[in-house]
């Protein structure tokens, strides 16, 4: 069984400032991770993924992640927001073998960023 | 095409009637999969087809809800008897073999029932 929480539905940064949305995922097996981003009346794009290997993965638009088993967290960052970064952001987990399909996703954070 | 596509786009349907969805993946993808996305939920998993078959129908929420796939294509779901519990986004996915890829999502029908 799989899960993803992200805290805080809601997250408004100033333009130029630093983007954190913090996910947090429950896995029994090891985990394959992803951020999608949802822009108004748009269906999810890939903004990045984490397989196996490096632990820091950077996708488009500035983005990256980081994978910490430890803390089974796999937070996105940007170093400084732009007004298009607006959107809904969606952590997602998939495991491995006959789970390897099934693709769980977070509840997701609006982003809101102030000009 | 080149994208995912669902249609419609927005339907406004009264209580007790039916409802058709219909997605036409990237050509060539294996995998296809319905989500349900309502206001401050996520996206709900519905089901998932690989090829022509459903392996996995357990996220369908009543037996009011049914899916097919034909060709290994075009995939249309239904939803009979809608109820107002029911009004939500309805998002198409496809991936080339549905193990731990990137998903292509279409832009989702916004159903809602009257």
């Known amino acids: 069984a799989q899960s993803v929480t992200q805290l805080g539905s809601h997250v408004s940064v100033s333009e130029g400032a630093l983007v954190l949305l913090r996910c947090n995922y429950s896995s029994s097996v090891p985990p394959y991770l992803f951020w999608y981003v949802q822009y108004p009346n748009q269906g999810l794009q890939l903004l990045l993924k984490?397989?196996?290997?490096?632990?820091l993965v950077k996708g488009i638009n500035g983005f990256e992640a980081e994978f910490k088993k430890s803390e089974t967290s796999f937070h996105l960052t940007k170093p400084s927001a732009h007004m298009s970064d607006a959107a809904e952001y969606f952590c997602?987990?998939?495991?491995?073998?006959?789970?390897?399909?099934?693709?769980?996703f977070g509840k997701g954070t609006k982003l809101s960023v102030i000009p | 095409g080149a994208g995912v596509s669902q249609s419609p786009s927005n339907k406004v349907t009264e209580k007790g009637k039916d409802v058709e969805l219909r997605c036409d993946p990237i050509?060539?993808?294996?995998?296809l999969y319905w989500y349900r996305q309502s206001l401050g939920q996520g996206l709900e998993f519905l089901i998932y087809f690989q090829g022509n078959s459903a392996p996995d129908k357990s996220g369908l929420p009543s037996d009011r809800f049914s899916a097919e796939r034909t060709g290994g294509s075009v995939s249309t779901l239904t939803i009979q008897r809608t109820q107002q519990e029911d009004s939500a986004v309805y998002l198409c996915a496809s991936s080339l073999t549905g193990i731990n890829e990137k998903l292509f999502f279409g832009s989702g029908t916004q159903l809602s029932v009257l």
């Open positions: 984490y397989t196996t290997g490096a632990t």
């Open positions: 997602a987990v998939s495991g491995s073998g006959a789970g390897s399909y099934q693709l769980t």
């Open positions: 050509s060539g993808h294996t995998a």
